[in-house]
Every structure is written in structure tokens, then in C-alpha cells.
């Protein structure tokens, strides 16, 4: 068995104070059932689509292995800190979207299995009206979202501040993401000097896509926090593109894959949710149905990558 990674003592010390967001028992009726597995995240658990998972997964175990009833916790976590809750085990499994950072937790023993969960999607968008759009971005059938940046970075440079882009800059997958187009054009903006059109802001999803919307910014979004959240902060924004199921070749797929910890307190629950997730008639049916505002966030994983590594 590999040896855990080493983490400095600063590090280990914030993880272990690490408390649930949210607890979900299932349609149980005990009080306060003991919680059999821990899982970090972040947008889904916001959307709500960890909770319908978690409650599917609990009542599927009870009725099939006839198990006592069980709690599951949702910890809120970007993509990178995830992955350091399961090496310092405050997290048994973890929903995260960047292949190569999961294949690094595998080779390093963090993790030792990972199932592609279901497909989410990034968005560019900004607010909508006559006055607004300040990059004057175009979008044609052929336009790609590395030329709408390049857009977005011409009219910044050229404009009076009137064009900015708001970053979550914390080392999520939307953070990771929106990084590797602008690399892709060759420019960092955050880097020193800072770019005075690149907006730093460490918020989780919900909160700043309202801040964005609020500020008249673009910003890069995934689709489950776009729908998800209040219709009132999307109400007066535009999508000038979207991630498409194409393969998974589309740069604004954004999948997303359960990642079981090599040493979760509760392994062999967080096994079992793994594989739950992609069966058909468990996760993935749970994936298809789940709506918010009448509209389905998420879509299933591709069948032949159902099995994961």
C-alpha cells in the first residue's frame, strides 16, 4: 500500500477542523443516523444534485444490502482543495474536474479509483441589453471561445476600464479552466503587474456569478450554477457560448468524476457510491432526472467511460 502524502502542519491543522456544510439522511426516519462517508465538492452540492445523489445513494443501500440507515456529509471544497481532503483524510471520496490533477492523486496514493459521475458544461457570459456587451463580442457558427477571449482581451486593453472579466482565482475548475484559454491566447492577466481588467474574486459559484451580474462582468460559469441559481441574478445576462457533449474534445466539457480516497475512514461505503454512480439505475438515473427551475443541469457520463480508470 503506498504511504500517505506528506502536508505541512499548517495545512494538515486546517483540514482536520474541517465541518460538513450539509448532512443528508435519506427518506430515513432515525433522528440522527452516524455519518458513513464524507464527500468534498463544490457547484454540486450548491445545485442541490449532491443531495439528490447522497438521499438515492442511502435509501438504494438500505433497501439492498439491508444495511442500517447512514448519513452522508457534503464538505464545500474547490476542485484543488478536494483533492488535499483526501490525503488528509477529512474526505472518503471527492467529485472533482481535471483529469491530469486526478491522475497525479492516483500516482501519488492519494486516491485508487476514479468513475466518471456526469457531464457539466462552462458558459461565457455577461449582462444583456443595448448598453451592455462592451467587448462587443461575436459569435459566429465557426467562432471558437479562444477567439472570443481574444476579443475580450483587445476591447479591455483598448477601453477605459468599461471592459472586465471576473475570475473566481481559486483554484476550482472554473478557475483552472478559464486560466488554460487565457494561456492558450498567451496572456495572464494575473500575473504581476496585475491586468487592470482582471478582476479577482474568490467567491464560491452562486455568489459570483451575482457579482459579476451585479458589476457588468464577464465571467466563466458552469452550467449547473448557472441554472441553478436564483433566476433573478441570470434574469438580464446573455451565454455567447457553450460546452457541448461532443466527444471530449469540447475545451468547455467540464466532467465530472467521483474520486475514492486510498485511506477514507470509510472506504468501502465510498466504493460503493462510486460504482452506484455509474450504474444506469442509480446515479446516472438520478443525473438524467435532476432539474432545477424545470431545466436538467447535468448530463449523463458516456457509457463506454463509465468504469472508470
Known amino acids: 500500500m503506498a504511504s500517505r502524502p506528506h502536508l505541512d502542519a499548517v495545512t494538515r ?25 464524507r464527500i468534498a465538492t463544490g457547484g454540486a452540492g450548491q445545485s442541490g444534485l449532491l443531495r439528490a445523489l447522497a438521499d438515492a445513494f442511502i435509501d438504494d443501500q438500505v433497501s439492498e ?31 472533482t474536474y481535471n483529469a491530469a490533477a486526478e491522475e497525479i492523486a492516483i500516482a501519488q496514493g492519494v486516491a485508487d479509483k476514479r468513475i466518471y459521475a456526469w457531464r457539466d458544461h462552462f458558459l461565457l457570459v455577461d449582462i444583456e441589453g443595448p448598453k451592455n456587451n462592451p467587448a462587443n463580442l461575436t459569435v459566429s457558427p465557426n467562432t471558437t471561445i479562444e477567439a472570443l477571449f481574444s476579443q475580450l482581451f483587445i476591447a479591455a486593453i483598448a477601453s477605459d476600464n468599461a471592459v472586465r472579466f ?6 476550482s475548475a472554473t478557475n483552472i479552466k478559464e486560466s488554460a484559454i487565457w494561456t ?30 451585479r458589476l457588468q462582468e464577464y465571467t466563466l460559469v458552469d452550467r449547473g450554477t448557472w441554472y441553478g441559481v436564483e433566476p433573478w441574478i441570470r434574469e438580464d445576462m446573455k451565454i455567447y457560448m457553450e460546452g457541448r457533449d461532443e466527444g ?7 466532467p465530472a468524476r467521483a474520486l475514492v480516497g486510498a485511506h477514507g475512514e470509510n472506504k468501502a461505503m465510498a466504493d460503493a457510491f462510486a460504482e452506484w454512480v455509474a450504474r444506469p439505475d442509480g446515479g446516472q438515473r438520478v443525473v438524467g432526472r435532476f432539474a432545477v427551475n424545470g431545466i436538467v443541469l447535468y448530463t449523463k457520463a458516456p457509457r463506454e467511460n463509465l468504469s472508470g480508470l
Open 184 to 213: 492558450s491566447i498567451g496572456q495572464t492577466p494575473w500575473s504581476y503587474p496585475f491586468s487592470f481588467f482582471y478582476h479577482i474574486n474568490p467567491e464560491f459559484p452562486y455568489q459570483a456569478l451575482a457579482t459579476a451580474a
Open 248 to 254: 471530449e474534445t469540447d475545451i468547455l466539457l467540464n
Open 166 to 171: 471576473l475570475s473566481r482565482y481559486d483554484k
Open 65 to 95: 444490502s439491508k444495511c442500517s440507515p447512514f448519513a452522508v456529509s457534503w464538505i464545500k471544497s474547490d476542485t484543488t482543495a478536494s483533492f488535499n481532503h483526501l490525503a488528509d483524510n477529512s474526505a472518503d471520496l471527492s467529485i
Open 13 to 37: 491543522e486546517n483540514f482536520c477542523e474541517v465541518q460538513p456544510t450539509e448532512i443528508y439522511h435519506g427518506t430515513t426516519k432515525d433522528i440522527d443516523p452516524p455519518v458513513k462517508l
